[in-house]
């Protein structure tokens, strides 16, 4: 399960929409409207917004105010760009996302959003246990409310590890890196290769100068194992290459 996303009076439907779809990405089951504006549910951006996620729209609870929710949750988490003396700001995303996932009950908690253009009101502050900010450039610290809804769900969903690496929900995982060794051997068999040419003479070009650069340069590239074979591969075909031109 997963912690409910509560927003507070939100102005546009298509950020509702948005957020619906943003929810089914990252396995989120439970949204809550506090004073929607009217008609919200028959606009066209908040469909086109939503782009086919519509089983959440259905499941939306819809209430007058924040207050109605007191005592569901154990706990409600604000998020606000604006610090001050009723905006006492405990910490950053990360450490929201701290408090939620060490109690491994994330459905206890409530996580609130406020309006697009005045964030969260007095009276929504009174209702929330605890404030959190999520970090952006000093210039440009307003987010697009579906932008920071998805980010925090995001950021909650990884932590949890409830969601996978791969879109196709496959189970493949990272390809591996190649060992030090298969490094030089790789150097090696494109320097011997590159030898044939003479290119290489005493100095800085030498044969053990370019040796090192070019293991420094290949695990730098940190290759993949099909990334060595195709080295390896080219290395053959110029070498035939070569052989076929004495």
């Known amino acids: 399960m997963s912690a409910t996303i509560i927003l507070c009076r939100p102005q546009h439907p298509g950020n509702i ?3 619906s779809r943003v929810m089914a990405n990252f396995g989120f089951t439970r949204l809550v409207l506090v004073s929607p504006p009217s008609g919200w549910r028959q606009d066209h951006d908040l469909l086109n917004m939503s782009n086919g996620y519509i089983e959440k729209l259905e499941e939306i609870q819809v209430i007058d105010s924040l207050q109605e929710l007191d005592g569901q949750f154990a706990g409600l988490i604000g998020f ?10 405990l910490g950053e995303l990360e450490d929201a996302v701290t408090q939620v996932v060490e109690t491994k009950q994330p459905e206890r908690f409530g996580l609130v959003f406020g309006n697009e253009r005045t964030g969260l009101s007095t009276e929504e502050l009174a209702h929330c246990d605890s404030l959190y900010t999520i970090a ?11 932008m920071a809804t998805g980010v925090v769900m995001y950021q909650l969903a990884h932590a949890a590890k409830s969601i996978q690496p791969y879109a196709d929900g496959s189970d493949l995982k990272p390809e591996p890196l190649i060992s030090t060794n ?4 790789r150097s090696n068999e494109l320097l011997d290769t590159i030898s044939q040419t003479g290119i290489f003479e005493n100095g800085k070009d030498q044969r053990s100068h370019a040796e090192v650069y070019l293991r420094k340069i290949l695990m730098r590239a940190r290759l993949t194992r099909f990334e060595s074979r195709w080295l390896q ?7 035939a290459s070569l052989r076929s031109k004495e």
């Not at 298969?182 to 051997?185: G, Q, Y």
């Open 80 to 89: 606000t760009r604006r610090a001050g003396s009723n905006r006492p700001i």
């Open 182 to 185: 298969e490094v030089n051997r």
């Open 136 to 146: 952006t450039t000093k210039e440009h610290g307003s987010l697009n409310l579906a």
């Open 17 to 19: 929409g948005s957020i």
């Open 233 to 239: 591969r080219m290395t053959m075909r110029l070498q």
